[in-house]
């Protein structure tokens, strides 16, 4: 996850690592295309306003590589996707959240399900064996 945001960072880092899934967290581009670069996430989920890049930026720097293009990438965003046309027509974006509407335990369900992670009755039987 690629956040600024220190406080909506910690928000976010607690709830899906409660429900069990298994995030990193950059603050600004740099570390992010760093991270992307060398360890291959499965998912990404960025924000389109960084410190030191602009996330679009970012996403159509990965999207230009074999590798990280191949990665999906979801956007977390205070800007509406309306005013950011451009991710449909980016090979890598799967999906847009308006971060004002997003509700952390339906994210939550959705990363799970996209990574095929277990959730529900069956995290907490794997969490109990």
């Known amino acids: 996850m690629i956040e600024d945001d220190a ?30 670069r060398d360890r291959v996430p499965a998912l990404i989920l960025v924000d389109l306003k960084l410190p030191d890049v602009d996330g679009q930026e970012l996403v159509e720097r990965w999207a230009g590589d074999p590798v990280s293009g191949a990665i999906p990438i979801w956007i977390l965003s205070n800007t509406m996707p309306e ?27 959705e990363i799970r399900a996209t990574l095929g992670l277990p959730y529900g009755e069956r995290l907490s039987q794997r969490s109990a064996s």
Do not use: C, M
């Not at 451009?86 to 952390?104: E, G, M």
């Open 83 to 109: 005013d950011n046309l451009w991710w449909h027509t980016a090979p890598n974006v799967q999906r847009y959240f308006l971060k004002s509407k997003v509700v952390l335990s339906r994210l939550s369900l």
């Open 7 to 36: 406080d909506l960072a910690a928000l976010y880092l607690q709830q899906l690592r409660r429900d069990g899934i298994p995030i990193e967290h950059a603050r600004n581009g740099a570390d992010a295309d760093a991270f992307v």
